[in-house]
């Protein structure tokens, strides 16, 4: 199954796209955590960021993240160097990229960032974005 396959989602509450999405990955995550430990791998119950073990768990998210990136990255079957070019299958790479945000938002939700928090980091952010641009820094 992939999202082609899907013709309806289902919002929960309507109000907040953001806190939608962090809500269900809370729910999802539940659920996986549970397959995992059953599998012998270790998910803590809250993350110790000082923690080496809790560290190792953390980059497993990371480098999941980057592997669906990866994934997203190889859909893009153009060369420089080739004189035909492919069409691109646009549905797959936005499945990359959705799983890449999935990944990225329980690695937010084990660091203690809900929706409210990502939205002030990213706004942050961009002022300092705008900052250097304006200082040519």
Known sequence: MNILDVD??????????????????????????????????????????????????????FYRIIAELVEAAETLKNKPWKQSEVMTDVDHLFEELADAFHFYIELCINLGIDADKLYELYFKKQEVNKWRQKTKY
């Open 8 to 61: 309806k989602i289902e919002k929960i509450t309507g109000k907040d796209k953001l806190e939608d999405i962090f809500e269900l990955q809370r729910k999802l995550k539940e659920k996986y955590d549970i397959i995992e430990r059953e599998k012998g791998i270790y998910v803590p119950e809250k993350v110790n960021i000082h923690s080496c073990r809790d560290q190792e768990y953390l980059k497993s998210l």
